[in-house]
């Protein structure tokens, strides 16, 4: 059995209140606060950045906090990020001129890197930095957004994801992000996905405790 994490996305909290937000997710028992990072130039949203994340710790947040960059460039995000508390960073490979330089960046500010792959992205472009990654986010939605529909083609690419980390005998964890459900995180979970990023379907409802306990009852029950 795999050791399952639940990141909620707080793209979809209420950003007036989010550190009462975070503590209350944590406290039903997500494991990891998942973090969007938005430039209005990598997509067209514009979201939260380094103080928001710095923010956070000071409230007293110390949970893992999985920044998934969607900016270009990336590595000036990078370090102020890693200055912020960050534990994961995760970028989108097109988004840096030098991939591998900016993965050593992650790993040198004392943070796990990780990739992020667009739907339409191939695994290919990962094949030579597999062993260099904590984290293999695969985009199950367009970037940009909250509250999309999954892409199910995606499916397919966490199975074919997981072969290649498993053939790699690396740790990463293989998360997926984008109109994850409690209509589809079982079947995600079977084909090898362990760490599921869910935004409006967490948020959106009124019992954390309760919706957190179905996510788990559907990955282990
Ligand atoms: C989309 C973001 C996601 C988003 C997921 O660009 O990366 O993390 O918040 O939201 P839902 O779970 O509502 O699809
Ligand atoms: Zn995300």
Do not use: W
Not at 184 to 190: F, G, I, P, T
Not at 196 to 216: H, K, L, M
């Amino acid at each position: 059995k795999r050791d399952y994490k639940i990141a909620p996305s707080i793209l979809s909290a209420d950003f007036a209140r989010l550190g009462e937000e975070v503590n209350a997710i944590l406290a039903a028992g997500a494991d990891i606060v998942h973090f969007d990072v938005m430039d209005n130039h990598y997509v067209p949203n514009l979201t939260i950045g380094p103080m928001v994340c710095k923010a956070l710790r000071k409230f007293g947040i110390t949970a893992p906090i999985d920044v998934h960059l969607m900016v270009e460039p990336v590595d000036d995000m990078i370090v102020q990020f890693a200055e912020a508390g960050a534990t994961y960073i995760t970028f989108h490979p097109e988004a840096s001129r030098h991939v591998d330089r900016s993965l050593q960046l992650i790993r040198d500010h004392g943070c796990k890197p990780g990739l992020v792959l667009n739907p339409a992205a191939t695994l290919d472009s990962i094949k030579y930095v597999v062993d260099q990654l904590d984290m293999l986010l695969l985009m199950s939605v367009n970037p940009g957004f909250g509250g999309q529909k999954f892409i199910p083609y995606i499916m397919d690419k966490v199975r074919d994801a997981r072969a290649l980390l498993d053939a790699h005998g690396v740790a990463t964890r293989l998360e997926v992000d984008g109109g994850v459900g409690l209509g589809n995180v079982r079947a995600l979970a079977e084909a090898g996905a362990d760490t599921f990023v869910a935004g409006s379907a967490i948020f959106n409802t009124d019992d954390y405790v309760q919706t957190i306990a179905a996510f788990r009852e559907q990955l282990e029950g």
